[in-house]
């Protein structure tokens, strides 16, 4: 277990290396990222110059599920963003390289690229995460800051997971031009604010076919005592995680054994 | 091929008209090839009229107007500002970044036309196939779900299609001044992102502008982005009207105008520092 994880962090300091070479590169990334983050932030202070409440929530707690989708989102940015090179090394023929090495493929495909640019995009999360708690009134027990950081890892292998599974499609489509992963990624923006005001079927999708909203809205209702909920909500980030990966895993494997290269 | 068509043929090769013409054809034959990913591309932006549809149903709840705007009115402008937005869409500004990045400038420059407008001719190829699948997306999500209303009379229409048209070049020109500094930088990812980022917000496609908190619509107010949505928009929905309409129309005119000078002048400039990566 310690020596893939050595190998993994080993890996990314080369990416980043490389990435530092461009420093200004590395800027303008980080800023236009940050800035996308922004738009939903403006709206929902815009929003909340209008109304008082979205379906019971205020403006504060709403941060708080913003805040625990983006730095999920922004640590995947960091440490799994090489899922998204998966397409083209299958089209070009390098995903050869990574099965002849004796590591895990999985694993040097999530190393494949360092985007240090989510680093902006996490703390930007933690601290709209952090502000909208201190403004929410939470009555803080023993279990609530564990289970706000078991929300944002589990939240990070579930957005890892689907970004993962949905760049598979190489395997079996081989266009890499297609827009579909950054669509089901996309759909992570239904989590980031509270379920109750969608309709049913958006609901049923971000709960339990892209589970968004598990490590979002559910775990967030327990923290911020919205509504009753019942406690075992705070394993939902749990079952999130653990379902995803699991899924990743079964179809990775079919996706390797379907792989054929590309000839020369 | 009669006398008439050879005539038609030698004006074609000379006029410069039509070498624009062809260029716009050409690039339309590509988007028209990479239409599965145009579709999705349009079709993610349709994932945030999703969210704002339900958002601000609750905000309605019991509520007759917020800021002047019906629950009908804002309905409408939601749905039809992510049509709007997504007619200037990522493959343009990826495709006038591509040819800086990979060197193919270098055929901009040659060529005996204006570097600026050949670039907005491309864009009109995508253009087309972009905005006809934004349309379709529009009017299928507008019609059979979220029941838009239909513009405010037929003037306001036609106000509507004309100001759309001069939103729609300020669009262009914005993403191409955007594009030149593809010149001094490598990451296009990054501009592109921070440009539909500010564009979202500043154009009113996010939010009216009527709604946004003082200092930002102070902003928003002056600035030329907000005739690419929200100005079409006020026209369609019979908002503005009278000595306000003009002024709106009279300011998109003046920032499209002050637009095109300024491109035409930033590429001249642009092209002073080129680098052409690899050899």
């Given at each position: 277990m310690v020596r893939p994880l050595r190998i993994f962090f080993r890996l990314q300091l080369v990416q980043l290396r490389s990435a530092m070479e461009y420093r200004a590169d590395f800027w303008i990334a980080a800023v236009g990222a940050i800035l996308q983050q922004l738009v939903s932030i403006v709206f929902l202070v815009t929003f909340?110059?209008?109304?008082?409440?979205?379906?019971?929530?205020?403006?504060w707690?709403?941060?708080?599920?913003?805040?625990?989708?983006?730095?999920?989102?922004?640590?995947?940015?960091?440490?799994?963003?090489?899922?998204w090179k998966l397409r083209a090394d299958v089209n070009d023929g390098s995903f050869d390289r990574v099965l002849v090495r004796p590591i895990s493929p999985a694993l040097q495909q999530f190393a494949a690229l360092a985007s240090i640019h989510g680093i902006g995009n996490s703390s930007l999360g933690l601290v709209v995460m952090v502000l909208g708690l201190a403004h929410s009134g939470v009555v803080w027990t023993w279990w609530t800051v564990p289970v706000l950081v078991l929300t944002m890892l589990c939240g990070t292998v579930l957005t890892a997971s689907i970004s993962f599974l949905t760049n598979m499609i190489a395997f079996w489509e081989p266009s890499a031009q297609s827009a579909f992963p950054t669509l089901v990624a996309l759909m992570r923006d239904f989590a980031k604010f509270p379920l109750d005001v969608y309709g049913a079927g958006i609901r049923i999708v971000v709960t339990v076919i892209l589970p968004y909203g598990l490590i979002s809205y559910y775990p967030s209702r327990l923290i911020l005592g919205v509504g009753d909920s019942p406690g075992w909500w705070a394993t939902t980030p749990l079952i999130a995680a653990a379902g995803s990966a699991a899924a990743a895993a079964?179809?990775?494997r079919r996706g390797l054994n379907r792989y054929q290269g590309v000839g020369n | 091929m009669t006398s008439l068509d050879t005539e038609a043929a030698l004006r074609g090769r000379t006029s410069p008209g039509s070498k624009y013409v062809s260029l716009a054809r050409t690039t339309l034959q590509q988007a028209i090839a990479y239409r599965i990913t145009t579709f999705f591309n349009v079709g993610l932006t349709f994932i945030w009229v999703i969210i704002l549809y339900y958002l601000?149903?609750?905000?309605y709840a019991g509520r007759a107007s917020i800021a002047g705007l019906s629950w009908d009115q804002m309905r409408t402008y939601v749905v039809i500002a992510y049509g709007i937005n997504a007619l200037v869409g990522w493959r343009t500004g990826t495709a006038m970044m591509a040819t800086i990045r990979t060197g193919d400038v270098v055929f901009g420059m040659v060529r005996p036309l204006n570097y600026c407008t050949t670039q907005l001719a491309r864009a009109l190829g995508f253009t087309v196939v972009e905005g006809g699948i934004s349309m379709v997306f529009t009017l299928v999500i507008g019609l059979l779900f979220l029941h838009i209303q239909a513009p405010a009379s037929v003037g306001s229409a036609?106000?509507?299609v004309l100001a759309l048209i001069i939103g729609f070049l300020t669009k262009m020109l914005v993403v191409f001044l955007v594009s030149l500094l593809t010149f001094w930088t490598l990451n296009g990812m990054g501009l592109m992102w921070s440009q539909q980022a500010i564009m979202q917000i500043l154009s009113?496609?996010?939010?009216?502008?009527?709604?946004?908190?003082?200092?930002?619509?102070?902003?928003?107010?002056?600035?030329?982005?907000?005739g690419i949505v929200s100005?079409?928009?006020?026209f369609y929905l019979g908002t503005a009207s009278g000595w306000a309409g003009?002024?709106?129309?009279?300011?998109?005119?003046?920032w499209l105008v002050a637009l095109w000078l300024i491109s035409n002048l930033a590429w001249k400039r642009a092209f002073r520092i080129v680098e052409i990566q690899g050899g």
């Amino acid at each position: 277990m310690v020596r893939p994880l050595r190998i993994f962090f080993r890996l990314q300091l080369v990416q980043l290396r490389s990435a530092m070479e461009y420093r200004a590169d590395f800027w303008i990334a980080a800023v236009g990222a940050i800035l996308q983050q922004l738009v939903s932030i403006v709206f929902l202070v815009t929003f909340f110059g209008h109304v008082s409440s979205l379906g019971g929530w205020s403006l504060w707690q709403i941060l708080v599920l913003q805040g625990l989708v983006m730095t999920a989102d922004g640590i995947r940015e960091m440490f799994a963003d090489g899922v998204w090179k998966l397409r083209a090394d299958v089209n070009d023929g390098s995903f050869d390289r990574v099965l002849v090495r004796p590591i895990s493929p999985a694993l040097q495909q999530f190393a494949a690229l360092a985007s240090i640019h989510g680093i902006g995009n996490s703390s930007l999360g933690l601290v709209v995460m952090v502000l909208g708690l201190a403004h929410s009134g939470v009555v803080w027990t023993w279990w609530t800051v564990p289970v706000l950081v078991l929300t944002m890892l589990c939240g990070t292998v579930l957005t890892a997971s689907i970004s993962f599974l949905t760049n598979m499609i190489a395997f079996w489509e081989p266009s890499a031009q297609s827009a579909f992963p950054t669509l089901v990624a996309l759909m992570r923006d239904f989590a980031k604010f509270p379920l109750d005001v969608y309709g049913a079927g958006i609901r049923i999708v971000v709960t339990v076919i892209l589970p968004y909203g598990l490590i979002s809205y559910y775990p967030s209702r327990l923290i911020l005592g919205v509504g009753d909920s019942p406690g075992w909500w705070a394993t939902t980030p749990l079952i999130a995680a653990a379902g995803s990966a699991a899924a990743a895993a079964l179809v990775w494997r079919r996706g390797l054994n379907r792989y054929q290269g590309v000839g020369n | 091929m009669t006398s008439l068509d050879t005539e038609a043929a030698l004006r074609g090769r000379t006029s410069p008209g039509s070498k624009y013409v062809s260029l716009a054809r050409t690039t339309l034959q590509q988007a028209i090839a990479y239409r599965i990913t145009t579709f999705f591309n349009v079709g993610l932006t349709f994932i945030w009229v999703i969210i704002l549809y339900y958002l601000w149903r609750a905000a309605y709840a019991g509520r007759a107007s917020i800021a002047g705007l019906s629950w009908d009115q804002m309905r409408t402008y939601v749905v039809i500002a992510y049509g709007i937005n997504a007619l200037v869409g990522w493959r343009t500004g990826t495709a006038m970044m591509a040819t800086i990045r990979t060197g193919d400038v270098v055929f901009g420059m040659v060529r005996p036309l204006n570097y600026c407008t050949t670039q907005l001719a491309r864009a009109l190829g995508f253009t087309v196939v972009e905005g006809g699948i934004s349309m379709v997306f529009t009017l299928v999500i507008g019609l059979l779900f979220l029941h838009i209303q239909a513009p405010a009379s037929v003037g306001s229409a036609l106000l509507f299609v004309l100001a759309l048209i001069i939103g729609f070049l300020t669009k262009m020109l914005v993403v191409f001044l955007v594009s030149l500094l593809t010149f001094w930088t490598l990451n296009g990812m990054g501009l592109m992102w921070s440009q539909q980022a500010i564009m979202q917000i500043l154009s009113g496609t996010i939010v009216p502008l009527a709604l946004m908190p003082g200092w930002l619509q102070v902003v928003a107010k002056v600035l030329p982005l907000r005739g690419i949505v929200s100005t079409p928009l006020e026209f369609y929905l019979g908002t503005a009207s009278g000595w306000a309409g003009l002024g709106l129309l009279g300011l998109q005119a003046a920032w499209l105008v002050a637009l095109w000078l300024i491109s035409n002048l930033a590429w001249k400039r642009a092209f002073r520092i080129v680098e052409i990566q690899g050899g």
